[in-house]
């Protein structure tokens, strides 16, 4: 399959192109975009692409290639939907958009949003036994706790090629356009420490969201939020969920802490299935899968089988072969109401302006 890269930045030089490097089998870059001319070619150069671009409508206008990947930063929302238009198939990195008026704006099309975790040999397991015990009815509680490195840190080895190439003119332009987007999920008035909950819960915590969806369904209510420390700090979060039980997730940005570790415990009258995932930059790094049951019995599993290459061959599935995706714009949806659920939770308790979408 033909693709295109939108966004040639630390994701991309440090996760796809190593994996679109060895699936050729699968996938023939022919063209790549920035902002940055410099990343353009430098990511380019390595994936053998021959068509280079600054504008993304100028590279859907020339063609040449079957899908887009969206693995820039910040909203993907009107990538996607040029994208869609111009009747390409799209992979789309999370967050799919940073609004609802977004997600209902995009047009009819094939629209695959990445949530690797999903795709993670570990988690699919789980999800198994997790059916086999008896599903989400038994659920006693899910439990997260997320420690996040800066991501210069996480990205030290991975010697990236680095934009000084972009107008500051245009990004100060693009982050007025982003700040726009929050205000319209927000509302205008809604604080600092408001839109940065909300994008931690979008930017990050939404892969545990994601989790949530397929292990119990997303939560329809919000109990708590509290926020601490400098931003964007430590965030706590608790609900119920659907089917029985509740959720506590928190998340701890600590810049100098050794390395990321994320751990998902699911506790039923059973047992527990404890799921430990390491950096997503490390590529083949595997995810740990343990089993408490009866008698203090432990079953640990692990597969080194890269999530975001799985998840690439499920993009190729979907498009080839019609094989339907974990998460369509539907899944993705359902992330940015919770978020917005999320953000009005903490408004709300700490007697803070919210407006926009969230104050529905």
Known sequence: MKIALVGCGAVTQAV??????RRRDLFEVSAVCDLSRTLADAVGERLGAAGRYTAVADMLAEGGFEAVLVLASGSH?????RALAAGYAVLCEKPLALTRAEVAALPEGRLMVGYM??????????EELLASLGGAEIIRSVEVTVLHP???????????????????????????EESGLVSRALGESAPEAVRNVYMVSLGS??????????????????????????????????????????????WHYLADYPAYRETVAIHHDKGTLELVFPSPYLMNA???LTMVAGAESRTEWRDVTEAFDVQLAAFHAYVCEGEAPLTDAGGALEDIVTAQRIAARYAVQHDLPIGGEAAA
């Open 205 to 250: 915590i939404c892969h545990d969201l994601s989790l949530l969806r397929r292990f119990t369904g997303s939560p329809a209510e919000i109990s708590y939020v509290e926020a601490w420390g400098p931003a964007p700090g430590s965030i706590e979060i608790t609900g119920p969920l659907p089917a029985a039980g509740r959720f506590a997730i928190r």
């Open 16 to 21: 796809y192109v190593p994996l679109l490097s």
């Open 150 to 176: 800066s991501g210069e840190s996480q990205l030290a080895f991975a010697n990236l090629a680095q934009a000084q190439d972009v107008d500051a003119g245009l990004l100060s332009s693009l982050r007025a």
């Open 286 to 288: 595997p995810t740990t």
């Open 117 to 126: 975790k999903q795709y993670d040999p570990a988690v699919r397991r789980a």
């Open 77 to 81: 929302g009107e990538t996607v939907r």
